[in-house]
């Protein structure tokens, strides 16, 4: 397989957990429901106008959407360039695409994995299948970027 294949072949899988991930939980309970996987883990029916952690709420949707087509096109941009892990990239540009089909659809994120673990009065914020994949792909960029540095 081709190294673009990859690429493409991790980016679909991503949008499309996501995007059926989404799908089920918001049909499948109301808005602010729970359901109680373990005590720790919990599906939560909730919706993000912000940026990550739900902040830059009164920018507005449309900054969101322009901020992550800008993203896209750099990530774009360092997979033609293969300086930096295409594995992680691939994982960032998924999540990117993901989120951004929300925000393009309903002018808002859906969230729905809430992790009840509190620390000093604060818990994690509900995230979702993309913003996942966005984290872990930025980790393995650092992560293999710092490794590199030896």
């Known amino acids: 397989m081709k190294k673009p294949l990859h690429v493409l072949i991790i980016v679909t899988a991503i949008i499309v957990l996501d995007q059926i991930t989404k799908?089920?939980?918001?049909?499948?309970?109301?808005?602010?429901?729970?359901?109680e996987?373990?005590?720790?883990?919990?599906?939560?029916?909730?919706?993000n106008t912000g940026?990550?952690?739900?902040?830059?709420k009164n920018l507005g949707g449309n900054f969101f959407i322009l901020l992550s087509i800008i993203a896209i096109v750099?990530?774009?941009?360092?997979?033609?360039?293969?300086t930096y892990s295409r594995f992680g990239l691939s994982l960032v540009l998924g999540g990117a695409i993901g989120?951004?089909?929300?925000?393009?659809?309903?002018g808002k994120v859906f969230d729905f994995i809430f992790i009840n673990v509190e620390?000093?009065?604060h818990y994690w914020p509900v995230f979702n299948?993309?913003?996942?994949?966005?984290?872990?792909?930025?980790?393995?960029?650092?992560?293999?970027?710092?490794?590199?540095?030896e």
Do not use: C, E, Q
Not at 99 to 106: K, S
């Open 23 to 35: 799908y089920l939980v918001s049909t499948s309970i109301g808005p602010f429901d729970s359901i």
């Open 37 to 47: 996987i373990f005590p720790f883990l919990h599906i939560t029916h909730v919706w």
């Open 51 to 56: 940026s990550a952690f739900g902040m830059f």
């Open 74 to 82: 750099i990530i774009l941009y360092f997979l033609k360039k293969s």
């Open 99 to 106: 989120n951004l089909i929300d925000r393009i659809r309903f």
């Open 119 to 121: 620390v000093g009065g």
């Open 129 to 149: 299948v993309a913003d996942s994949s966005l984290t872990i792909g930025v980790s393995v960029i650092f992560l293999l970027a710092f490794l590199k540095k």
